[in-house]
């Protein structure tokens, strides 16, 4: 079975970066894009960006323009966000999700990674 696997969180000052990766475990999987989303404590889980292994066409959250930036390395498998200017407002556990078509929901999900902004 394929897992997605989250790395690269952790604790920041507001103002820091940090990069996500998310990277497939297991068997070779057809994916058509992958998003980001995060989940606050009492909150829902929202929306953050996502990115099409094809064409590289990407959509953000409006929380996350000019901010983050969503990336992927076809060779690799592996898609990255980097987040600058960091706020305390995107602590989240930040998951990353797979979907198999353009209108298909997201079905295969990491585990997610913690990713604290302390002011």
């Known amino acids: 079975q394929v897992q997605l696997v989250e790395s690269g969180g952790g604790l920041v000052q507001a103002g820091g970066s940090l990069r996500l990766s998310c990277a497939p475990s297991g068997r070779t999987f057809g994916s058509y894009a992958m998003g980001w989303f995060r989940q606050a404590p009492g909150k829902e889980r929202e929306f953050v960006a996502s990115i099409t292994w094809s064409e590289g066409s990407t959509g953000y959250a409006d929380s996350a323009k000019g901010r983050f930036t969503i990336s992927r390395d076809n060779v690799k498998n592996t898609v990255y966000l980097q987040m600058d200017s960091l706020k305390p407002e995107d602590t989240a556990v930040y998951y990353c999700?797979?979907?198999?078509?353009?209108?298909?929901?997201?079905?295969?999900w990491g585990q997610g990674t913690q990713v604290t902004v302390s002011s």
């Open positions: 999700a797979s979907k198999r078509t353009a209108v298909s929901k997201y079905n295969t």
